[in-house]
């Protein structure tokens, strides 16, 4: 395979990537989140957090994913990018990374909002949800 | 990337991964108890141990991932150890930080429930 074609090939897979971390992030805390949310009073604000809790996962981390740029100090053109093939691998790895970092620091953020939901909550221990 | 370079990268990841997991072990009894004394809401203690379990995860997969290897085929192997030494070092830093976040999150949680327990 040509770096061209690698680059195309990386670029989509890290693409890929990214969007199951987000999805397997959100697959991961969705139930217990789904259980905290229940202790919020207010049934149209409930639903509101369960459908931005997959948005505030998937997002980051493609996010994380397009935060990276191919056009560093020593390559400006497209032809000089995809010239030296350790600096794609290079850059993949950078994605990866940024994924990673975007994805953890949403992952603290929704443990902000849900310290917030269980203050607002008084968290109530008659309601027991039991998730395993 | 030489194959030197991914047996290296390779133990890196390992490293970063099985630390990860030893103090998610280490932590996740006190930490579970902790939280289903304060919150009394067991999806509420599910949802912070599993964060803390991702949280780790992400910031020793990040910066292991992200970490350069740029030692020569010929180079000794003090050279290698030296690397998997500094990305090691960035996680634990990164742990950390991790750390701190997490718990002022906690702590806030276990001051203000369990004042209104009381």
Redesign the interface.
């Known amino acids: 395979m040509n770096n061209e074609g690698f680059l195309i090939v990386s670029n989509f897979a890290v693409a890929l990537l990214a969007m199951s971390f987000g999805l397997g992030?959100y697959h991961?805390?969705r139930?217990?989140?789904?259980?905290?949310v229940?202790?919020v009073p207010a049934v149209a604000f409930r639903r509101l957090l369960r459908k931005f809790f997959p948005l505030g996962l998937l997002l980051p981390a493609l996010a994380g994913f397009v935060s990276v740029s191919y056009r560093g100090c020593d390559a400006g053109t497209y032809a000089k990018i995809i010239e030296n093939r350790?600096y794609l691998?290079?850059k993949n790895?950078?994605q990866?990374?940024?994924?990673?970092?975007y994805?953890?620091v949403a992952?603290?953020v929704?443990?902000?909002v849900?310290?917030l939901v269980?203050?607002l909550a008084?968290?109530?221990?008659e309601?027991?949800?039991?998730?395993? | 990337m030489n194959w030197y370079n991914l047996v290296g990268y390779g133990i890196q990841l390992v490293i970063a991964l099985g630390v990860t997991l030893g103090v998610y072990a280490m932590l996740r009894p006190s930490l579970r108890e902790l939280l289903a004394e304060v919150i009394r809401l067991p999806a509420a203690t599910v949802f912070y141990l599993r964060s803390l379990l991702l949280l780790l995860f992400l910031v020793a997969l990040g910066e292991t991932v992200g970490d350069k290897w740029e030692v020569a085929a010929d180079a000794a192997f003090m050279e290698y150890v030296w690397n998997v030494a500094h990305a090691a070092g960035q996680v634990f830093k990164n742990f950390l930080w991790t750390f701190i976040l997490y718990l002022v999150q906690i702590t806030i949680l276990t001051a203000v429930l369990r004042r209104r327990h009381e």
Request: net charge positive.
């Open positions: 992030a991961w805390l139930r217990p989140f789904s259980g905290l229940k202790a350790a691998v290079q790895q950078e990866v990374a940024a994924i990673a970092d994805l953890a992952v603290l929704w443990g902000v849900a310290l269980l203050l008084r968290s109530r221990p309601q027991g949800n039991h998730v395993r």
